[in-house]
């Protein structure tokens, strides 16, 4: 009888210490979650100016760079997959790599042969654990991405584009990386990143209108400088994006393993009491049989 | 849009916003060597080299913005400047990275 109140104690001990662990890594979350946001804002003048310029080149002059040719024939993909580094983020990593899959499958489908790239130590072990290849990782920082590893993924990407198919290239790349929506909303989503798709902005106002530059030194050389950088630029987006988005999926994860953890002192409480209020019935009436017995004789 | 001679500048970083107000000039170092910017200019799309810009802001004291490498574009002016990394040095406190 004391034994089974003993371990219920026990429980409600665990699962109250565990809830406070959940409960700390929530508010972390929650309180990531706003520099993360913020940081996605803060980028944006970098993207928004470099996007005006690349399309202010492109609707000009007839952009013929490497960068956005379209290879006829496409043998190989790269895929970059952006993941978490850590765990306790719910379904985050996995539906990423779910997206990531489902993509690889339409790729082979279209008779590619599939390169990956992956960013977060969950990629990783995912394909470590499958035994799949992959070209490159980075770990580390999944959840505070600096702009040095974002040209440096960048810089990896371009020049796998720009190899030969022969000397391991890959004649198109794509991104698997999680958009943040809003706090509640999350989407896994797929973005191609090579060959450039150069949106040219639409003129809305004729305020709007691109005026016609002069280049220094010339069109081609500015071309050179800026795609790059608009790739790094997408890139480093897809990173705070992603962050944000494993961020808001931990805090919501450890929302709800705190509410159940709530729920389960609850229910192990109700459990103790009973096991008590059942000692003490069985107590009363052994003492009350014995005062009878007593009486009796 | 400024039209009463002045220009509107505008210092990005990749990260952050670095500084932004109206300025009476600009000037950048190229690839082809430097280069002034005052109102009026015409549009232009330059690669910045690594190196210190100077804007002369219409309120206040010169700023010194040392970048590494980069953009920048002016129409009707507006000047943006793109820039991988910058520092604002002199007179205005150093942005933290």
Same mark, same amino acid.
């Given at each position: 009888?004391?034994?089974?109140?003993?371990?219920?104690?026990?429980?409600?001990?665990?699962?109250?210490?565990?809830?406070?662990?959940?409960?700390?890594?929530?508010?972390?979350?929650?309180?990531?979650?706003?520099?993360?946001?913020?940081?996605?804002?803060?980028?944006?003048?970098?993207?928004?100016?470099?996007?005006?310029?690349?399309?202010?080149?492109?609707?000009?002059?007839?952009?013929?760079?490497? !960068?956005?040719?379209?290879?006829?024939?496409?043998?190989?993909?790269?895929?970059?997959?952006?993941?978490?580094?850590?765990?306790?983020?719910?379904?985050?990593?996995?539906?990423?790599?779910?997206?990531?899959?489902?993509?690889?499958?339409?790729?082979?489908?279209?008779?590619?042969?599939?390169?990956?790239?992956?960013?977060?130590?969950?990629?990783?072990? &995912?394909?470590?654990?499958?035994?799949?290849?992959?070209?490159?990782?980075?770990?580390?920082?999944?959840?505070?991405?600096?702009?040095?590893?974002?040209?440096?993924?960048?810089?990896? !990407?371009?020049?796998?584009?720009?190899?030969?198919?022969? @000397?391991?290239?890959?004649?198109?790349?794509?991104?698997?990386?999680?958009?943040?929506?809003?706090?509640?909303?999350?989407?896994?989503?797929?973005?191609?990143?090579?060959?450039?798709?150069?949106?040219?902005?639409?003129?809305?106002?004729?305020? @709007?209108?691109?005026?016609?530059?002069?280049?220094?030194?010339?069109?081609?050389?500015?071309?050179?400088?800026?795609?790059?950088?608009?790739?790094?630029?997408?890139?480093?987006?897809?990173?705070?994006?992603?962050?944000?988005?494993?961020?808001?999926?931990?805090?919501?994860?450890?929302?709800?393993?705190?509410?159940?953890?709530?729920?389960?002192?609850?229910? &192990?409480?109700?459990?103790?009491?009973?096991?008590?209020?059942?000692?003490?019935?069985?107590?009363?009436?052994?003492?009350?049989?014995?005062?009878?017995?007593?009486?009796?004789? | 849009?400024?039209?009463?001679?002045?220009?509107?500048?505008?210092?990005?970083?990749?990260?952050?916003?670095?500084?932004?107000?109206?300025?009476?000039?600009?000037?950048?170092? $190229?690839?082809?060597?430097?280069?002034?910017?005052?109102?009026?200019? $015409?549009?232009? /799309?330059?690669? /910045?080299?690594?190196?210190? /810009?100077?804007?002369?802001?219409? %309120?206040?004291?010169? /700023?010194?913005?040392?970048?590494?490498?980069?953009?920048?574009?002016?129409?009707?002016?507006?000047?943006?400047?793109?820039?991988? %990394?910058?520092?604002?040095?002199?007179?205005?406190?150093?942005?933290?990275?």
């Amino acid at each position: 009888m004391g034994a089974q109140i003993r371990v219920y104690r026990q429980k409600i001990a665990s699962t109250t210490s565990t809830r406070k662990i959940f409960k700390a890594m929530e508010l972390i979350a929650t309180s990531r979650i706003g520099k993360a946001r913020t940081r996605v804002a803060a980028a944006l003048p970098y993207a928004n100016a470099i996007t005006r310029a690349v399309s202010a080149v492109s609707s000009q002059s007839e952009i013929d760079h490497p !960068l956005t040719t379209e290879h006829g024939e496409v043998r190989r993909a790269a895929v970059l997959v952006l993941t978490s580094d850590r765990g306790l983020a719910g379904s985050y990593s996995a539906s990423a790599l779910k997206q990531a899959e489902g993509l690889f499958e339409k790729l082979r489908g279209e008779g590619k042969e599939i390169q990956a790239y992956l960013v977060g130590r969950k990629a990783q072990a &995912y394909f470590d654990f499958r035994g799949r290849d992959y070209e490159k990782v980075w770990t580390g920082g999944t959840d505070a991405p600096e702009f040095a590893t974002a040209r440096e993924i960048g810089e990896t !990407l371009l020049e796998t584009f720009l190899r030969d198919y022969e @000397d391991g290239g890959a004649e198109e790349i794509h991104v698997v990386y999680t958009k943040f929506r809003s706090m509640v909303v999350q989407e896994p989503s797929v973005m191609r990143l090579l060959p450039l798709e150069v949106v040219e902005e639409e003129v809305t106002q004729t305020g @709007d209108l691109l005026p016609l530059y002069e280049y220094e030194p010339d069109p081609e050389q500015v071309l050179d400088a800026l795609l790059p950088r608009y790739i790094e630029s997408r890139i480093f987006a897809a990173l705070l994006q992603a962050a944000a988005s494993e961020l808001a999926a931990r805090q919501r994860a450890m929302k709800s393993a705190g509410d159940n953890a709530t729920e389960l002192i609850k229910k &192990y409480t109700r459990l103790r009491n009973t096991a008590r209020q059942a000692e003490i019935t069985q107590e009363l009436s052994e003492i009350v049989a014995g005062a009878d017995a007593l009486n009796a004789s | 849009m400024a039209t009463h001679g002045e220009l509107e500048v505008e210092i990005v970083a990749a990260d952050h916003f670095v500084w932004s107000g109206p300025a009476r000039s600009v000037n950048a170092r $190229t690839t082809n060597g430097q280069i002034g910017i005052l109102p009026g200019h $015409t549009p232009i /799309l330059a690669i /910045l080299e690594a190196g210190e /810009l100077s804007v002369e802001p219409v %309120n206040g004291d010169r /700023l010194e913005v040392g970048v590494d490498g980069g953009f920048f574009s002016v129409d009707s002016n507006r000047v943006v400047i793109v820039a991988d %990394n910058a520092r604002v040095g002199g007179s205005v406190s150093p942005e933290a990275d």
